[in-house]
């Protein structure tokens, strides 16, 4: 934790289930949440942490990503395991046994319909509306199935991060892609976050970090 003054540090010694994190998310009761790898999930109220594994129910091990929905569930991606939703009470898993196109998922985000979207860098795309799946992929829609990064923007656009594909935007009916031949510094794009000013912030793996305000 960094409070703007000095760094503090929680290992296991603490209470931690691992010192390998893979992400960490803050809902909006203010509970920070830790996916490890391998060793489930840790929420953090300030003063203890409490730890939740594949004893209490959830399907793997080893989180790769944290989101909360509108309605406050979490969702969780695993490597190996899909996904987990969390309503405060149990853990509900949805994998390829239920239509999603894998089951290592390395992003989710939520677009302004409330579907969720989940992102793998293997077989692309998933969008659940709360009863059925619809894939998507190279073959069909995406320029890139491998998928690094999911971001939904203040207007309600999912942008999608690829490895060696680029960036794209999906305003719910068209999908428009942005490479390295509209000026993208590097088509594999890992990380996406919008600031203040609603300019998208693209993070690439060779290519530093490009700011996009839409023009």
């Known amino acids: 934790i960094y409070d703007g003054k000095t760094f503090k540090r929680y290992t296991t010694g603490d209470g931690l289930s691992s010192n390998n994190v893979n992400c960490v998310y803050e809902d909006r009761k203010g509970l920070i949440w830790i996916g490890t790898v391998g060793a489930g999930l840790c929420s953090f109220d300030g003063h203890s942490f409490t730890t939740f594994n594949s004893?209490?129910?959830?399907?793997?091990?080893?989180?790769?990503t944290i989101i909360e929905d509108k309605s406050g569930k979490l969702w969780l991606g695993t490597n190996g395991g899909a996904v987990c939703s969390y309503d405060g009470e149990a853990f509900t898993s949805f994998t390829t046994k239920q239509g999603?196109?894998?089951?290592?998922?390395?992003?989710?985000?939520?677009?302004?319909?409330?579907?969720?979207?989940?992102?793998?860098?293997?077989?692309?795309?998933?969008?659940?509306?709360?009863?059925s799946v619809i894939n998507y992929n190279?073959?069909?829609?995406?320029?890139?199935?491998?998928?690094?990064?999911?971001?939904?923007?203040?207007?309600?656009?999912?942008w999608i991060g690829t490895r060696e594909g680029g960036i794209s935007c999906f305003d719910g009916k068209i999908l428009t892609t942005y490479t390295t031949?509209?000026?993208?510094?590097?088509?594999?794009?890992?990380?996406?976050?919008?600031?203040?000013?609603?300019?998208?912030?693209?993070?690439?793996?060779?290519?530093?970090?490009?700011?996009?305000?839409g023009k």
């Open 138 to 158: 190279s073959k069909s829609t995406l320029i890139n199935h491998k998928i690094y990064g999911l971001y939904n923007d203040k207007q309600g656009n999912i």
């Open 100 to 131: 999603l196109s894998n089951n290592c998922v390395w992003s989710i985000a939520e677009d302004k319909k409330g579907m969720m979207w989940f992102a793998d860098d293997l077989a692309g795309l998933s969008r659940f509306d709360g009863e």
């Open 55 to 64: 004893d209490r129910g959830l399907v793997n091990d080893e989180i790769t």
């Open 181 to 213: 031949e509209q000026g993208l510094s590097n088509n594999y794009v890992v990380g996406i976050t919008e600031d203040s000013k609603g300019r998208l912030w693209f993070g690439t793996f060779g290519g530093g970090v490009n700011c996009f305000d």
